[in-house]
């Protein structure tokens, strides 16, 4: 047991030495060593998406840099998420900074808000999206501009008119901005939905106030596959297109190339070909596109993937790749991508399962889906490994004294209630007891030794599991140490977090009872 505790420690040091793990730190931060640097990179983009200005700087100078930033930010978040304005990015704050930029629907808007109307960091998300999806030209800055975000919501009104979206009422004014408004420029999917159950647009200037829109989310759309595009406002100088540029795409146009590799991996179209429907995609394909995601995206019927059904995919994956290292190209997918904008695991295996589906396992953007998917997994199941680790670093710390360290003071044992918890050569337990020690006190000291001992047993069980899991496959010659771990935390995700909570739970317990 202890040869495949330090196997398991090696692996762990490596993951997070090569920075395959970054672990949120547990409490708030000393030094800048608490983060890693590609984790504070992404704290810095995220920053840097809604507007913040934060200096490009490195190490313990970056961590500095970005306290006040996360300061702002965190009194920005107000509403109902109630952020400790601490300047430390903890599971909390880099949730909240997750959910502003992704493209996965948010469903909690209504914590965004105070007294009714958006908090100043929904604002900024709000400017960062009409950015994203085509309808104002100025990015996020360190102020709110109302009269820049009103522009957008009155372009995004005329869009809906344009698209005959008659049953709308939106808000053109961010002062008067309602729900309902917000509900429908954070849905991405809703979008798809509704540009697939549209109609060809006609008229020059109807297909020009559009334009912008459909390219931008068609954007949005390859990239969340995994084509090699980025949203406008979510990549290195990006601007929306002018208006006042062709309605057609061209070779030198960058999603031209995206377009036509899209309708090629769907097959051969008798109508027309991949390159016309990118050509003129404003003009009349642009519902062709949107009717075949939306379609693709429909036919899953799980909103969640399941770990099970990722690790097998990665199997097989491995299988066919059995040259390469699969595990490097997907942990480069996700550098490359970076944490700094998750886009939320629902969407992605939607994506991926429909592709399975379809037999289109080899089109773009299956590895890096399958990337994106398995690194969620495996960072939540990791804080749940490391949960139970420490549980039992401390249980082995605890018996394995020769006496017992028994917290009487703190288990409010009397004096007078006297138990000896000893050691003899043969690890063997002798447990004295005076005489004149009262029982409730007797029946205390046994419960918490009682707890102890269960937690370690149930933790220890456990490990022991995942530690046959992991050795069986370090022996595939085709993985590195660190690979091995990711992967026994993929594939025992679900037990783990079906388990971790329960020993988290177990573990407070054991420690309230000796801090009553």
């Avoid at 547990?26 to 590609?38: R, T």
């Avoid at 496959?473 to 594939?491: D, F, I, Y």
């Amino acid at each position: 047991m202890l040869d495949k505790y330090v196997c398991l420690e090696e692996a762990i040091g490596q993951a997070l030495s090569d920075h395959v793990i970054t672990p949120l730190p547990d409490e708030q931060p000393q030094s800048e060593h608490a983060y890693s640097q590609s984790r504070l990179n992404t704290i810095r983009d995220r920053l840097t998406l809604l507007g913040y200005q934060v200096s490009n700087t490195d190490g313990g100078e970056q961590w500095k840099a970005l306290k006040p930033v996360v300061e702002k930010f965190q009194q920005a978040a107000s509403g109902e998420m109630r952020l400790r304005r601490d300047g430390w990015v903890g599971e909390h704050t880099w949730l909240a900074l997750q959910q502003l930029i992704s493209f996965e629907t948010p469903s909690n808007l209504e914590k965004w808000m105070k007294n009714g109307k958006p908090c100043p960091a929904l604002k900024r998300a709000l400017h960062l999206r009409l950015f994203a999806l085509g309808l104002i030209e100025i990015p996020p800055s360190t102020n709110i501009k109302p009269s820049i975000i009103n522009a957008g919501l009155r372009h995004l009104a005329e869009v809906a008119k344009v698209l005959r979206w008659d049953e709308l009422r939106l808000q053109t004014s961010l002062r008067d901005i309602d729900l309902a408004t917000l509900a429908l420029i954070f849905n991405q999917d809703g979008l798809v939905e509704r540009l697939a159950g549209g109609g060809a647009v006609k008229g020059l200037e109807n297909l020009r106030c559009i334009r912008p829109f459909v390219i931008a989310i068609a954007k949005i759309e390859l990239w969340l596959a995994g084509y090699e595009i980025q949203p406008d406002g979510y990549g290195e100088g990006d601007r929306t297109f002018e208006q006042s540029r062709g309605l057609d795409l061209h070779d030198n146009h960058p999603l031209y190339p995206l377009l036509v590799q899209y309708w090629e991996g769907l097959g051969k179209d008798k109508r027309s070909t991949p390159e016309v429907k990118a050509t003129c995609f404003v003009k009349w394909s642009f519902p062709d596109f949107f009717k075949g995601i939306h379609a693709l995206l429909a036919e899953s019927e799980q909103e969640a993937p399941d770990s099970e059904g990722v690790f097998e995919q990665l199997n097989i994956a491995m299988d066919e790749n059995k040259k390469e290292t699969l595990l490097q190209q997907i942990w480069d997918h996700t550098y490359n991508i970076g944490a700094r904008v998750w886009d939320g695991i629902k969407r992605a295996w939607r994506w991926l399962s429909a592709m399975v589906k379809k037999g289109l396992g080899k089109m773009v953007g299956f590895v890096k889906n399958l990337s994106r998917i398995a690194y969620q997994y495996i960072l939540k199941a990791y804080e749940g490994v490391r949960a139970v680790i420490k549980g039992v670093a401390g249980s082995i710390a605890f018996f394995s004294k020769r006496v017992l360290e028994l917290p009487m003071e703190s288990l409010g044992v009397s004096s007078d209630s006297l138990v000896l918890f000893s050691r003899d050569f043969d690890s063997d337990y002798r447990v004295l007891v005076r005489a004149e020690s009262n029982p409730d006190d007797l029946c205390r000291i046994a419960d918490y030794v009682s707890a102890r001992a269960g937690l370690f047993s149930v933790s220890c069980n456990f490990l022991a599991s995942f530690l046959d899991i992991l050795l069986g496959l370090l022996k595939k010659v085709w993985l590195v140490s660190w690979a091995g771990l990711l992967m026994a935390l993929l594939k025992l995700y679900k037990s783990i977090s079906h388990w971790a909570p329960i020993f988290i739970e177990a573990q407070r317990n054991e420690e309230a009872l000796g801090l009553a």
